[in-house]
């Protein structure tokens, strides 16, 4: 399956070691303990629009396949290889339920905490992306 694509690349970046010695509720990365590898997918291609779509099938069918070696409830991702795939916000204006999607993911159990920090530094939201974390609504 890895050679059906012309330019097919994984990334496998080692962890354990040192960084396990943190824990995961120190910071806001929490991929530390019992995380082999952080997995990086891509492809990419020279003739635009023209075979997205096969380029693209190959790529999902690849995250697919994978699942079943990777991290699972939930299935992890690191927030700096942001896969919109996961979740996206509305018109820069997202629900707490809705950036669980890929709050957790990310973050894992220190989403929530990250949440109540965003909502003291930016109550109004300012600072966001198609992935950021939202502010709890403000009464």
Same mark, same amino acid.
């Given at each position: 399956?890895?050679?059906?694509?012309?330019?097919?690349?994984? /990334?496998?970046? *080692?962890?354990?070691?040192?960084? %396990? &010695?943190?824990?995961?509720?120190? @910071? *806001?990365?929490?991929?530390?303990?019992? @995380?082999?590898? $952080? /997995?990086?997918? !891509?492809? #990419?291609?020279?003739?635009?629009?023209?075979?997205?779509?096969?380029?693209? !099938?190959? /790529?999902? =069918?690849?995250?697919?396949y994978m699942g079943s070696?990777?991290? =699972?409830?939930?299935?992890? %991702?690191?927030?700096?290889?942001?896969?919109?795939?996961?979740?996206?916000?509305? $018109?820069?204006?997202? !629900?707490? /339920?809705? %950036? #669980?999607?890929?709050?957790? $993911?990310?973050? =894992? !159990?220190?989403?929530?905490?990250?949440?109540?920090?965003? @909502? &003291?530094?930016? *109550?109004?939201?300012?600072? &966001?992306?198609?992935? #950021?974390i939202p502010p709890l *609504?403000?009464?």
């Amino acid at each position: 399956m890895y050679f059906d694509e012309e330019n097919p690349v994984m /990334i496998w970046n *080692p962890y354990g070691g040192e960084m %396990a &010695r943190v824990p995961e509720s120190a @910071t *806001p990365f929490p991929h530390r303990r019992g @995380t082999l590898f $952080k /997995i990086h997918y !891509s492809v #990419s291609w020279q003739d635009g629009a023209k075979n997205m779509a096969r380029h693209m !099938s190959w /790529i999902e =069918k690849l995250y697919d396949y994978m699942g079943s070696y990777v991290s =699972k409830n939930p299935r992890e %991702a690191y927030v700096n290889y942001r896969d919109l795939d996961l979740g996206m916000n509305k $018109k820069g204006v997202n !629900s707490l /339920i809705e %950036a #669980s999607s890929w709050g957790l $993911k990310y973050y =894992k !159990s220190n989403f929530n905490r990250l949440v109540q920090v965003k @909502t &003291r530094v930016d *109550p109004d939201n300012f600072f &966001r992306h198609e992935q #950021s974390i939202p502010p709890l *609504p403000v009464k």
